[in-house]
T-cell receptor
């Protein structure tokens, strides 16, 4: 069985602060894929990143960076110099094997204020 | 902007009404999905279509009836819904089914059953 845990329910930061969203996953499969999605109040789930289990390279995209560590089963997401537009719910998700079913974490609501 | 478009964005319907949610993608994807999302919860998979054939039904009540007229379109027919069916309904697509394929979501249809 798969499981994704996002222990932080809600985080509030002031603009320009750095913030890290935690994601811990569980799976017995050796091949799996991890995702991060952003959901602003409008409702759309916006795809941010996909990482496969064989690629532990960290990734940076502008102000966003991701730290994948198989040793701790974690795939954490950092936003540098946060902005008000980053306010949203962020979901970490896992998919394994031949399944098409994403296992989502419960989400972390990020509130960035001026 | 999302390449998965959903209509309508908002729908209010009575419990005896029949209505439909529509979804369209022009990315050439052959897998399409319906997800349901209740407030403050992650999305839950309802149906998966692969090459226009229903491949997964997550034990969804028959008052929800999916239809895939062609590879670009996905409908969700609604009949005799209950107030607890009020939720955000998200359509999504991917190149194919399988864990390595990124799932792209639309903006969702906010459904209220009165």
């Amino acid at each position: 069985a798969q499981k994704v845990t996002q222990a932080q329910t809600e985080i509030s930061v002031v603009e320009k602060e750095d913030v890290t969203l935690d994601c811990v996953y569980e799976t017995r499969d050796t091949t799996y894929y991890l995702f991060w999605y952003k959901q602003p109040p409008s409702g759309e789930l916006v795809f941010l990143i996909r990482r496969n289990s064989f690629d532990e390279q960290n990734e940076i995209s502008g102000r966003y960076s991701w730290n994948f560590q198989k040793s701790t089963s974690s795939f954490n997401f950092t936003i540098t110099a946060s902005q008000v537009v980053d306010s949203a719910v962020y979901f970490c998700a896992l998919n394994t094997g031949t399944a098409s079913k994403l296992t989502f974490g419960t989400g972390t609501r990020l509130q960035v204020t001026l | 902007d999302t390449e998965v478009t959903q209509t309508p964005k908002h729908l209010v319907m009575g419990m005896t009404n029949k209505k439909s949610l529509k979804c369209e993608q022009h990315m050439g994807h052959r897998a399409m999905y319906w997800y349901k999302q209740k407030a403050k919860k992650p999305p839950e998979l309802m149906f998966v279509y692969s090459y226009e054939k229903l491949s997964i039904n997550e034990s969804v009540p028959s008052r929800f009836s999916p239809e895939c007229p062609n590879s670009s379109l996905l409908n969700l027919h609604l009949h005799a819904l209950q107030p607890e069916d009020s939720a955000l309904y998200l359509c999504a697509s991917s190149v194919r089914t399988g864990s390595g394929n990124t799932i792209y979501f639309g903006e969702g249809s906010w459904l209220t059953v009165v």
